[in-house]
T-cell receptor, first 111, second 116 residues
Framework: LAKTTQPISMDSYEGQEVNITCSHNNIATNDYITWYQQFPSQGPRFIIQ???TKVTNEVASLFIPADRKSSTLSLPRVSLSDTAVYYCLVGDTSFNNDMRFGAGTRLTVKP | GAVVSQHPSRVICKSGTSVKIECRSLDFQATTMFWYRQFPKQSLMLMATSNEGSKATYEQGVEKDKFLINHASLTLSTLTVTSAHPEDSSFYIC????????????FGPGTRLTVT
């Protein structure tokens, strides 16, 4: 299982774009990259998932370079409610995909 | 997205008693369910993985006789904390993956266990 490395914390201001990068040097061919958001005392919430290049949905974009050894979660125009911990996970596509969480990135959005 | 529920959302029990936490996938069949625990300001720690109809696979350091996991159907898994002690107080979260069409896991809202 690929190990992931993220910055422990990041600060931003309302309205800014936030980019959180995750390193996963040992990613395997079958591995997908998934990002989750977690608020205090809640379960993680799925944000976005991708395999290569770029994926975009209504809340975020995910950029994955050709070597797939890293990925960047991009949150456009953050608000105070985006203050949370963001986790990057890497795992394969089988239903036995066990996902061990890294430390995550604690994002604080300031007014 | 798919919905996973947990019950109860919070529970307080006395030391030495057992507590059961239920995890249900409401709108899809969960072939695999995962149990995590999370201490304050820490990341989620995987405790065990369970496949429907078979014994759970526990992570190293997790006592299988203390944390009993049953995944008897494709929509229900239970975690029983036996002979609970104050150090078992934590936030327990389940997740499920299966026939929802995607590869991601869907997480429950978590259960706050406090052992007095």
């Amino acid at each position: 299982l690929a190990k992931t490395t993220q910055p422990i914390s990041m600060d931003s201001y309302e309205g800014q774009e936030v980019n959180i990068t995750c390193s996963h040097n040992n990613i395997a061919t079958n591995d997908y990259i998934t990002w989750y958001q977690q608020f205090p005392s809640q379960g993680p919430r799925f944000i976005i998932q991708g395999y290569k290049t770029k994926v975009t949905n209504e809340v975020a974009s995910l950029f994955i370079p050709a070597d797939r050894k890293s990925s960047t979660l991009s949150l456009p125009r953050v608000s105070l409610s985006d203050t949370a911990v963001y986790y990057c996970l890497v795992g394969d596509t089988s239903f036995n995909n066990d996902m061990r969480f890294g430390a995550g990135t604690r994002l604080t959005v300031k007014p | 997205g798919a919905v996973v529920s947990q019950h109860p959302s919070r529970v307080i029990c006395k030391s030495g008693t057992s507590v059961k936490i239920e995890c249900r996938s409401l709108d899809f069949q969960a072939t695999t369910m995962f149990w995590y625990r999370q201490f304050p300001k820490q990341s989620l720690m995987l405790m065990a993985t369970s496949n429907e109809g078979s014994k759970a696979t526990y992570e190293q350091g997790v006592e299988k006789d203390k944390f009993l996991i049953n995944h008897a159907s494709l929509t229900l898994s239970t975690l029983t904390v036996t002979s609970a002690h104050p150090e078992d107080s934590s936030f327990y979260i389940c997740s499920a993956s299966g026939t929802s069409g995607g590869y991601e896991q869907y997480f429950g809202p978590g259960t706050r266990l406090t052992v007095t």
